[in-house]
């Protein structure tokens, strides 16, 4: 089979299309053939040396994919070849075959397109997982979700807005805050120009935000703290902004608040599986009901991986990129 290799990290002419060995099912685990699979920015830092695969996962990119059924590994029940599916993976996305522990496999929604639900895996899992499970989004209170046209600001807001949330959200240019409208989100933050903190509390009467995902990390850290309100609960899933903030733990304890830090890549086999779960119960429905969709940028060839990575860094995208095999 063919995949795509970093043999040295870099810039996104690192990517490198080559014949690779097939990949070998184990205990619980089945073969799919990929027919898509997305760019997520850890399949950045991962071409450029800052994020290796957990041991014993693929060394390929490639954190979510679709494709069908090609075997099944020993223990395997509950699915059959043929079956079209998708699944989480914590590499290798970016190959013409993975395996994948059966517990990360979902079946495609009804009435999506299989090249399509590559678009799900990955950002259903991290929105649930955080504003849901961990941070327990209610109805009628209010969500902030920064990088709201990104491929997890997309689905948040759709699913922040499914279960009777407020929504508000930055993003850097009109067009993409148009976008993030049209999705559902009520308040629209320019944060190119405009102090989130000062737009939420406005538009707020001064409550403030009851959750927020935040993708940005250090550089956030204190007016998220800022922007929350009493009893609020930040959840940060990203670093784009740095790795170290100086937080005011007397604002914190003020407002009796909560701040959580996730990765899902990294976790044991036992926690995906349940987030995955959750996801099918909870998220497939809105999906095939149609009340949440996959936005899609475009779609590209899996042998240019090097130019999508160049669309996703200079943020031209809204939603989500996806590598077509074929």
Not at 163 to 180: N, W
């Amino acid at each position: 089979m063919h995949a795509i290799t970093i043999p040295e990290p870099g810039g996104p002419d690192a990517l490198v299309w080559a014949a690779v060995p097939d990949p070998v099912p184990g205990e619980g685990e089945v073969l799919v053939d990929v027919v898509a699979s997305a760019v997520n920015r850890a399949d950045l830092l991962q071409r450029q040396g800052f994020y290796d695969p957990p041991p014993g996962a693929s060394p390929y990119p490639g954190l979510e994919c679709s494709g069908r059924i090609s075997g099944l590994g020993p223990g395997v029940s509950g699915w059959a070849v043929g079956d079209e599916v998708c699944a989480l993976l914590s590499g290798g996305g970016y190959a013409e075959r993975v395996t994948v522990p059966a517990g990360q496999l979902l079946p495609v929604p009804k009435g999506l397109a299989l090249a399509d639900a590559a678009a799900l895996p990955e950002v259903t899992a991290t929105v649930w997982s955080n504003m849901f499970m961990i941070a327990h989004l209610r109805p009628g209170e209010t969500a902030l979700i920064h990088g709201g046209a990104s491929g997890i600001g997309t689905m948040a807001i759709q699913l922040a807005k499914a279960v009777g949330a407020r929504v508000a959200v930055t993003a850097g240019s009109p067009e993409k805050l148009a976008r993030c409208a049209e999705l559902g989100a009520d308040i629209l933050i320019d944060y190119r120009e405009q102090d989130f903190v000062e737009e939420l509390r406005k538009a707020t009467a001064g409550a403030g935000a009851d959750v927020i995902l935040d993708i940005i990390g250090a550089k956030y850290l204190d007016r998220n703290v800022r922007a929350l309100a009493v009893n609020g609960r930040l959840a940060v899933i990203g670093l784009q902004g740095g790795v170290k903030g100086e937080l005011n733990l007397s604002t914190l304890l003020g407002k009796r608040a909560a701040v959580t830090a996730t990765s899902l890549r990294g976790r044991p086999l036992g926690e995906k599986a349940s987030i995955v779960a959750a996801v099918r119960e909870h998220v497939w429905p809105l999906i095939e009901d149609g009340r949440v969709r996959p936005v899609v940028d475009r779609r590209m060839a899996l042998r240019d991986a090097a130019g999508a990575h160049r669309v996703v860094e200079s943020g031209a995208h809204i939603g989500k990129v996806l590598l077509l095999t074929d």
